[in-house]
């Protein structure tokens, strides 16, 4: 069964940090492009970070840049998505998502995870 499981998302004060977790199982995810995106609520889904499988690039949201770093472990078959100098405004249900196979981050959307909900809070 292919499937994508989001973890690491929680409580965490402004200014804090988090490492969301990307796990793939019943498939490999050494040729996919991943994405992170978010959702607020009561707003729209928006992508916040991307990591291509073919040169390694690279894309953050403006709103980030410089706060997020995104990696990924083939051998764990798993991509990070690191999270420091938290801010109320990056509350929001978290999902990776796959490209389809072989394209890069502006590819089509294939298997999404479940979301994880990380909360910045005082």
């Known amino acids: 069964q292919v499937q994508l499981v989001e973890s690491g998302g929680g409580l965490v004060q402004p200014g804090g940090s988090l490492r969301l977790s990307c796990a793939a199982s019943?498939?490999?995810?050494?040729?996919?492009?991943i994405s992170w995106f978010r959702q607020a609520p009561g707003k729209e889904r928006k992508e916040v970070s991307c990591i291509s499988s073919s040169d390694g690039s690279i894309y953050y949201a403006d709103s980030v840049k410089g706060r997020f770093t995104i990696s990924r472990d083939n051998a764990k078959n798993t991509v990070y998505l690191q999270m420091n100098s938290l801010k109320p405004e990056d509350t929001a249900v978290y999902y990776c998502?796959?490209?389809?196979?072989?394209?890069?981050?502006?590819?089509?959307?294939?298997?999404w995870g479940q979301g994880t909900l990380v909360t910045v809070s005082s």
């Open positions: 019943g498939f490999t995810l050494d040729y996919d492009a």
């Open positions: 998502a796959t490209h389809v196979v072989g394209s890069s981050c502006l590819g089509a959307l294939d298997a």
